[in-house]
Structures are given as C-alpha cells and as structure tokens.
C-alpha cells in the first residue's frame, strides 16, 4: 500500500470557478488582516513542544511568511492592502527570536535571515542587505544540510539577492555521499531524509546543477501498479513513521518530491509520483501547503509544466476547490495565520492555480 485511503478526503465535485478562487483569496486576506495585532496568534495545531507562542515572527509558522505571502497577493493585483507591514517586520527583528534554543538566527524559515528576506523584498535598504549576506554567509557550513535550517535554504535565498554564494554550493556539493544523498544533524539526530523539507530534494534544489537525481530517487522509490511513493527516510519503510502513519505530503513523499524536482526527474517517474497523488486526493489534515491539499496540488503544476498536459491542470485546479473550502470551513473554528502550514500559503496556491502556472514559495 502507498498510501492510507483514511488521511485523504473524497475530492469535491465543485467545477472549477476563477471568479470563486478569487473571492476566496479576498477572504483568506482579509480575515488576516483584521486578525493582525502586532502580529498574529498561533493556531493550536502549531503549537511547538504543546508550548503556545502567542505571536510568532518568522517565516515558516510567523508574521514574517504572512506578510510575504500579502505582499505577494497584492503585488499580483488580487487583492489591495489596508496597511503597511514593514514596521512590524522591523520590530520583528528587535523581539526575542521563535526558537531561542535552536541557533535560529542564520535559518531561513525560523530565524533572523528569514525575516530579514521578506523585509528586503518590500523595503529593499543596503544596511539590511549587508546583515542578510552576514547571516548567509555563516551558514555556509551548516551541518543541517536542509532546506528550514541549513545552507539549502541560505543559499536559495543569496541567489535571488545576487549574493556570491559559491562557497556554500561547494561545500554542499562535497557533503553528498556515495549514495547520492545528503546527511542531516537535525534535532539531536543524524539522518538522511528525502523530501524537500529536510533532506535530498531540497539540497538538489538549493544547488540546481546536480547529476544522477532521477537515479538516485529510483533507488528508493516504492513501486506497485505503476504509482511511486518514497518514504521519508532513505532505507525506511512507508509506514515506519514513529505513528505508523504513511505520509503523502509535500514535505514527505511523492508530491513534494514531484513539486519540487519535475524538472530532473524521468518523465515517468515524476508522473507515477503524481499519479499517486492523484489518486491519494486531498489530504483530512487541511488545505496548507507543507502537509496540505495545496502543496499535494503542486506537483500537478509542476508536472504541467514539465509535461505540458492539461489533465493536470485540471487537476490542481481540482485540489484548489476542495482547498478553498477547507479554508472556509476550518476557519469557522480558527484562523491559522502562517505561510506553510495555514490560510495564506493556500491563497498563493489559489492564486497560482487562476494563473495556470506557479511553484512553492521557496524561499
């Protein structure tokens, strides 16, 4: 089995509506920007260690990735802001950091660096730019080798600032190992994860220019009936999860994988990744994109492009209907205002679907 039937919803039957998909980001924005005081609060579900941070600022679960995600709505003429948020990002980075034990200040979705991006893309300043490249270049040698902490995700972002990031592309070139993959220091660990999240895919990423990726990802894709699942960690079986849980998400399994290296992979392989997606359907755990329906529905973006076949089109558009609902009704009980894992990174996968193109907001 490559997937459990009970973490996936049955897919709405809705048609397609742009105009729809539209009112829906207008809503997402709005219900955010009303909810903002200094910030944002935290979604029971993103609580860290069952401890509650009221009003978190970083990329990945904070202010810092809502805010990127407004600006990047309202720079594509969807929706018109009420406020300016660049003097909250400025506090943002006076206030104590999310992860104080974590050494976070390098890390590009919970820490300093992160911030300090967002801040360039809407107020762009040199003294900003020189701290940012400060940060970046500290984490050259990041023994995390992943894409949340490590150099993967310093390096994505120094490339979109111009930066001379040379040094930690080959640094992370020389950590690939005989296998072709990448070993993660992560959490008290050491490990070799796969996805995007964490491990190979996103170390591809970062770098651009790598051999034998398809044939690597062959070695430890899990095959039946023509569909392909990976596992999250090299040699683990689906189901080895500590819940015994399969994932098929964005950040672990076949459509992260598929979303974020289309363009490297066999044809066939990436299409029996998203195949397997397909026929998983939206994911019970909500809409968002790092273990939602949005980022499941990536990968069919992804393989329109690489492909050039509307059936997937047809298909994100699809996942961005059932998305949009869960939207609505989870918000019913919270708002869940962050990039990855609530309402606005599903608004950027809403707003890519109406366009019929796009890819995850990395970095």
């Known amino acids: 089995m490559l997937f459990q039937p009970e973490a996936h919803d049955v897919l709405t039957d809705e048609p397609w509506s742009a105009e729809r998909i539209r009112t829906a980001i207008a809503s997402i924005v709005a219900d955010a920007e009303s909810a903002f005081d200094d910030g944002w609060p935290t979604h029971p579900q993103d609580e860290v260690n069952d401890v509650s941070a009221a009003r978190r600022r970083s990329v990945y679960l904070g202010g810092a990735g809502v805010v990127d995600a407004l600006h990047r709505l309202a720079r594509r003429g969807l929706v018109e802001l009420r406020r300016d948020y660049v003097p909250y990002l400025e506090r943002s980075l006076e ?10 200040d390098r890390s590009l979705w919970m820490g300093e660096a992160g911030i300090r991006l967002v801040v360039q ?45 040379t040094p930690s592309i080959e640094w992370l070139h020389d950590r690939r190992d005989l296998e072709g993959l990448w070993t993660q220091q992560l959490y008290g660990q050491t490990r070799r994860f796969l996805g995007p999240a964490h491990g190979f895919a996103g170390c591809v990423l970062a770098l651009g220019d790598v051999g034998a990726v398809s044939e690597t990802l062959e070695r430890f894709a899990v095959e039946e009936d023509g569909l392909v699942n990976w596992p999250p960690l090299a040699g683990m079986r689906l189901d080895g999860n500590r819940d015994g849980q399969i994932r098929t998400q964005w950040c672990h399994g076949a459509p992260g994988i598929v979303a974020t290296l289309a ?37 069919f973006l992804a393989l329109l492009e690489r492909t050039g076949d509307e059936r997937w089109l047809t298909r994100a558009r699809a996942f961005a209907m059932h998305a949009a609902a869960q939207v609505e009704r989870s918000r019913s009980d919270y708002g869940r205002y962050t990039l990855w894992t609530g309402d606005l990174g599903t608004a950027l996968y809403l707003a890519d679907c109406i366009d019929g193109r796009g890819e995850l907001p990395l970095p």
């Open 263 to 299: 363009p490297a992979l066999d044809e066939a392989l990436a299409a029996a990744g998203g195949e397997l997606t397909w026929r998983a359907g939206p994911l019970r755990k909500g809409a968002n994109l790092c273990h939602g329906t949005a980022g499941n529905g990536y990968a």
């Open 121 to 165: 893309r809407c107020s762009p300043s040199a003294v900003n730019l020189e701290r940012l490249s400060e940060l970046i270049a500290a984490n050259e040698r990041d023994e995390r080798c992943e894409v949340m902490w490590g150099s993967p995700g310093t390096i994505l972002a120094g490339r979109e600032l111009g930066l001379d990031v």
């Open 95 to 104: 206030a104590p950091p999310d992860f104080p034990d974590e050494d976070a």
